[in-house]
């Protein structure tokens, strides 16, 4: 009797738990197909009477936010590339390569302690670089900042993915009679295309989603990531509800099909690529 | 859902992965012999060039914020000025403060939390299709931007149209100031954080419950261990680095906590939840003060190097 009570609440806290975790989120998209009309009822509604898409037609096109999602776009396609390529460039060495292991772990090490570092501390003197360099307010600034950032995640995400290749797998053409760039182009990056894959998605979230460092080296729509649009409205149109939850959802929506495509490598991305998914 | 189970069933690398890097770095130098000293080369080769351009790409912020500390407006030398006004602000203090109960409030819920519910789940589901559908739900707040987030939780909590307080209204409650009345905000926006990260504690701890040998387990039972004994004496044992590497994410996070709260609460009310980098935010670009802030942000860079070094000992990770 007793083991059953408790295995029933157990199942109570599990399923309350979800809804916790899960209630706000749906909530958002509610709101985001909500009327005006609907919007300012005295009891808000708990799922759209009337759901109209409206919301999401005004933030992209009247307030047009479309050219904002094309600079997230653009940004967050160019710094993963540029992220990707350094970092393979890195990795291959200190994982293929007889690199001493000093100099192997202070690179890692170096890139790992990247994470420690508040972003704004780092952007008050970039602050002051990209405006030197007039690229304040220019998407260049972005695609660099970004790549210098968010590639300590690429470098630890790939050394993972890399040195799970065998030794022997390599060492097998190079026996055959390939050099090493063949060995590279013919073994190794296909062996490792899945893990290129998966990085590339994790570090393209990262940049997705990234605020802070947009929020403060963009000034017009022009170079504004969404996120920073997003922020406009939330602070200057509290009232405009429904647009500002249409905005979140877009937000939302690409990281979360990019995740649920590479969801055995979110974790990783997350711990630096310390805990593998088998 | 034969993919998203595939998904669910989680198992983990050890904590510490099976390295093929220093330790198995001998057996291919002796396997290489002969191209040892050209292979040598040929790494140091491709990695220096390109990695020394990172290195001073993520190194001159440092030198130059260190460079615009010791400046004036002007460019003038002006020595530690900046770094004694800098330092002997009291709201810098204030901030600190914010940012400690902020991190005491928002860790321990989180660890505790998600360490909880991946026993639950680890315990009571057994179902490999109901534990996907926990495993893709867990993962859906981590993965959303922290900007969307402050929304979702602006609609919760603003006063008169916020769903929580129009609940109360209409119930004959007061409203509640959840971001606006001083002792609540902090409080408020911890709770945003832990809705976000108790489930990546949680996905941590659940993975890592997976690696626990199952004879151990069943030993134990068979032993009549109780289920508290079998967490304290086998599981808490494998768990450990997990926990350490969690706590060590999670504390990065918090040092740098902004986005959510500066859509939230702005820093307030009054500098109630204004956290470090919300201070140092408005002492650079609210005050354009940018030769205090260039101070602050070397002190930051410096403690949490500092604070870098010590942590990573603990870290189970092959950094060593």
């Known amino acids: 009797m007793a083991r059953i009570a408790t295995r029933a609440l157990t199942w109570v806290i599990l399923i309350v738990a979800l809804a916790i975790f899960v209630f706000p989120l749906y909530y958002l998209i509610v709101t985001s197909l909500k009327s005006k009309a609907e919007l300012f009822q005295a009891i808000p509604t708990l799922y759209p009477h009337n759901p109209t898409i409206a919301p999401y037609f005004s933030v992209l096109f009247t307030r047009q936010f479309l050219g904002l999602l094309f600079n997230s776009v653009i940004v967050g396609v160019s710094a993963t590339a540029l992220a990707l390529a350094i970092a393979f460039a890195i990795c291959y060495p200190i994982t293929r390569l007889p690199v001493r292991p000093g100099l192997r772990s202070f690179v890692l090490n170096w890139a790992l302690s990247l994470r420690f570092l508040p972003p704004i501390a780092v952007v008050i003197p970039y602050f002051t670089i990209v405006r030197t360099l007039g690229l304040y307010n220019q998407i260049p600034a972005l695609v660099i900042v970004y790549t210098i950032f968010n590639l300590p995640l690429a470098i630890w995400m790939l050394k993972g993915f890399l040195e799970q290749i065998p030794a022997e797998v390599e060492e097998a053409a190079l026996v055959d009679g390939g050099n090493r760039l063949q060995a590279f182009r013919y073994v190794i990056l296909p062996l490792a295309s899945t893990g290129i894959l998966a990085a590339g998605i994790i570090v393209f979230a990262f940049d997705w989603a990234e605020f802070l460092f947009a929020f403060i080296l963009t000034a017009t729509p022009q170079s504004m990531t969404f996120p920073v649009g997003v922020q406009g409205l939330v602070t200057q149109f509290e009232i405009i509800w429904n647009d500002m939850a249409a905005g979140g959802v877009i937000a939302i929506l690409i990281p979360l099909i990019l995740m649920l495509f590479a969801r055995r490598y979110v974790i990783a991305g997350l711990t630096f690529g310390v805990i593998r998914e088998k | ?320």
């Open chain 2, 1 to 320: 859902m034969t993919a998203g189970a595939s998904g669910g069933s989680i198992g983990t690398a050890p904590a510490v992965p099976p390295s093929r890097g220093p330790l198995a770095l001998p057996a291919r130098i002796r396997s290489g012999w002969l191209h040892r000293s050209r292979q040598e080369r040929l790494a140091l080769r491709l990695l220096l060039p390109i990695f020394g351009l990172v290195f001073v790409a993520a190194t001159i912020p440092f030198i130059l914020a260190v460079v615009r500390a010791l400046t004036s407006d002007t460019g003038q030398f002006i020595g530690a000025d900046n770094f004694g006004r800098a330092l002997s602000n009291d709201q810098l203090l204030e901030a600190i403060k914010q940012t400690g109960v902020y991190g005491l409030v928002v860790l321990p819920t989180e660890i505790l939390l998600g360490l909880g519910l991946a026993l639950l789940v680890h315990r009571t589901v057994r179902s490999r299709a109901l534990r996907a559908v926990i495993y893709v739900a867990a993962m859906i707040p981590i993965v959303i931007p922290q900007v969307a987030v402050g929304v979702v939780f602006r609609l919760l909590y603003i006063p008169d149209y916020g769903l929580i307080n129009a609940l109360l209204g209409q119930t004959g409650h007061d409203q509640i100031l959840w971001l606006s009345s001083p002792p609540l905000a902090i409080f408020s926006v911890a709770s945003v954080d832990i809705w976000q990260w108790t489930p990546f504690v949680y996905l941590i701890m659940f993975a890592g419950l997976q690696t626990v040998p199952p004879e151990s387990v069943e030993a134990a039972q068979l032993d009549g261990a109780s289920s508290w004994t079998q967490f304290r004496h086998i599981e808490l044992f494998y768990l450990r680095p997990l926990l350490l590497l969690v706590f060590f994410f999670r504390l990065a996070d918090v040092l740098r906590v902004f986005d959510h709260v500066f859509i939230l609460t702005g820093g307030g009310p009054g500098t109630t939840t204004e956290f470090l980098s919300l201070y140092l935010y408005r002492i650079a670009f609210r005050f354009s003060d940018l030769g205090q802030a260039s101070a602050l942000a070397v002190v930051v860079m410096a403690f949490m190097t500092v604070l870098y070094t010590v942590v990573s000992r603990f870290l189970p990770a092959d950094t060593t």
